[in-house]
């Protein structure tokens, strides 16, 4: 959906060239995002190129390194990035200065419940989860929720969603995603924009839910393209439970600097908990392929307390300890450097 609205709203669109990558695979799943990008810029007559996503033939460690270096840890959704930032790195080096995405501001889901919604802002606990009920013996930092993101008196729950939304999914998420890709080009997201954003703010909620009024208005306005449903980029689970991923995470987490951040007891979970993609298994079929959307939010909703994958708390921990390292190591470098050394620094 986010190329259809790039090319509805911009005007001299026979001037546009649309990129977009993935998996080689998704190319030929008609509900994928990959496909469907395809499909729009030809009925648009535009330049198209796709670029696959491959895992980099380089170490583990090299990508992930690059990875926070490019975005400071703010976001753990590396599964997107592990061909070592190729795709990027060919839009700079072919003298592409910029691109346009299409972030917006309407909300994806329903807001059932409190626990629900924060849920799917992204505002969620380690005592949310079935899994961590022993949590508190973790000695990790307690979780509060800062008093201005807190639901305001006579706020109603939809309302709280769509202010979640702005300054946790916009402000935090795709913020931190977008900076990921500004250290090869400039991103610009005009949906993105006051105006856009103010006239956004009035409109009633229930038009926002599912992006239901600018479906509308693109249906209208469209071509007779459906949305997409699924993805183009490799799973989240390939990557985290990657046999190379998780000798590499285990090894970090067992480091004597990581002992520094976290308790024993709480590595020693990780070590207990960890899972291994088993390459040769013949991959089950997502029941999302077979039961409504409106069905899986309301059975969600129905769970008190999910489980959280183990292997993406560990990946959270390795990013916590690389970037505390990181940081530790760049803190003591500028300490060292002379002040007319400094900006040598900064430039390397």
């Known amino acids: 959906m986010a190329i259809l609205r790039r090319l509805m709203l911009l005007r001299n669109q026979s001037k546009i060239r649309t990129v977009s990558w993935g998996l080689q695979s998704s190319l030929n799943d008609e509900l994928n995002d990959a496909y469907i990008s395809k499909a729009l810029a030809e009925h648009f007559n535009l330049e198209h190129r796709y670029l696959e996503i491959n895992i980099a033939d380089e170490p583990i460690e090299t990508i992930v390194n690059r990875y926070l270096v490019a975005g400071e840890g703010r976001i753990d959704h590396i599964q997107a990035y592990m061909d070592g930032f190729k795709v990027w790195k060919i839009l700079f080096e072919e003298g592409n200065v910029g691109v346009i995405r299409g972030d917006q501001s309407f909300p994806s889901n329903p807001a059932y419940t409190s626990f629900h919604l924060r849920q799917y802002i992204g505002l969620s606990f380690l005592s949310d989860y079935a899994n961590l009920k022993d949590f508190n013996e973790f000695e990790l930092a307690p979780q509060t929720i800062p008093e201005y993101l807190q639901r305001k008196s006579g706020e109603s729950l939809v309302g709280w969603r769509d202010r979640l939304y702005h300054q946790i999914r916009n402000a935090m998420y795709f913020a931190a995603l977008n900076e990921l890709k500004c250290a090869y080009v400039e991103i610009i997201n ?134 505390s390292q990181m940081l530790y190591e760049d803190a003591n470098a500028l300490k060292n450097t002379p002040m007319n050394s400094r900006a040598k620094l900064y430039a390397q």
């Open 190 to 323: 005009p949906l993105l924009s006051r105006r856009v954003i103010k006239q956004v703010r009035t409109i009633p909620s229930a038009l926002k839910t599912d992006k239901k009024l600018f479906k509308e208005l693109i249906r209208e306005i469209g071509p007779n393209i459906r949305f997409a449903e699924r993805g183009a980029t490799p799973s989240r689970k390939s990557v985290e439970q990657n046999r190379s991923m998780t000798d590499f995470i285990l090894s970090e987490l067992n480091s004597t600097y990581a002992e520094a951040i976290f308790s024993k007891r709480f590595v020693n979970f990780i070590n207990q908990n960890m899972q291994i993609l088993d390459e040769n298994s013949i991959p089950k079929k997502s029941k999302k392929q077979f039961l409504p959307q409106k069905l899986i939010r309301k059975i969600k909703s129905a769970l008190t307390k999910p489980d959280i994958e183990m292997n993406t708390l560990a990946l959270r921990a390795l990013i916590v300890c690389k970037m």
